[in-house]
T-cell receptor, first 114, second 116 residues
Framework: NAGVTQTPKFQVLKTGQSMTLQCAQD?????MSWYRQDPGMGLRLIHY???????DQGEVPNGYNVSRSTTEDFPLRLLSAAPSQTSVYFC?????????????FGSGTRLTVV | AQKITQTQPGMFVQEKEAVTLDCTYD???????LFWYKQPSSGEMIFLIY??????QNATEGRYSLNFQKARKSANLVISASQLGDSAMYFC?????????????FGQGTRLTINP
């Protein structure tokens, strides 16, 4: 039972480069989300999805794109990396019909943009 | 909109003492859930405890309990008999049950340090 798998765990990008953070879950969760964690600011929601083909913006969506073609996968794309996107990124998933379940988190991706 | 406030950036506690981490929330939803997560230095997010807005009793999970005061909109985490392994960041979070269930909103976190 793998849970939520994020790759890569670490990444260094140059300003202007693009990349995709991968997220996959094997629990058949309907909801999936991407968060970024910055010191003193907790976890802030970037984008979320309530099912395959349905995505929406969270609190800090600028500079990021998502898509959800399958229930299992929810990749996060950085279009043109900026130093302000240096952060730790978490992918999380949850059941739609079990609100007391909370979210299961991946192990995170530490991204540095230079 | 939902909002979580954790007013204690850092706390220092002696081993074996009880500790209370504060959390206040704001929401217009009638049905919602409150969560506490632990983030040790290794970085993973560990679910600790859940409280539903209509639960009549405070939630407990081992040494963790949630002091839920609905009228005050507070959901404080109480850790009894603290251990060195409790040193970590702690996040309070909430999500709606009927509305807003697709979003988990977090507070800023409290860094707890347990001293031997």
């Amino acid at each position: 039972n793998a849970g939520v798998t994020q790759t890569p765990k670490f990444q260094v990008l140059k300003t202007g480069q693009s990349m995709t953070l991968q997220c996959a879950q094997d629990m058949n969760h309907e909801y999936m989300s991407w968060y970024r964690q910055d010191p003193g600011m907790g976890l802030r929601l970037i984008h979320y999805s309530v099912g395959a083909g349905i995505t929406d913006q969270g609190e800090v969506p600028n500079g990021y794109n998502v898509s959800r073609s399958t229930t299992e996968d929810f990749p996060l794309r950085l279009l043109s990396a900026a130093p302000s996107q240096t952060s730790v990124y978490f992918c999380a998933s949850s059941y739609r019909a079990r609100p007391n379940y909370g979210y299961t988190f991946g192990s995170g991706t530490r991204l540095t943009v230079v | 909109a939902q909002k979580i406030t954790q007013t204690q950036p850092g706390m220092f506690v002696q081993e074996k003492e009880a500790v209370t981490l504060d959390c206040t929330y704001d929401t217009s939803d009638q049905s919602y859930g409150l969560f506490w997560y632990k983030q040790p230095s290794s970085g993973e997010m560990i679910f600790l405890i859940y409280q539903g807005s209509y639960d009549e009793q405070n939630a407990t999970e081992g040494r963790y309990s949630l002091n839920f005061q609905k009228a005050r909109k507070s959901a404080n985490l109480v850790i009894s008999a603290s251990q060195l392994g409790d040193s970590a960041m702690y996040f309070c979070a909430m999500r709606g049950i009927i509305q807003g269930a697709q979003k988990l909103v977090f507070g800023q976190g409290t860094r707890l340090t347990i001293n031997p």
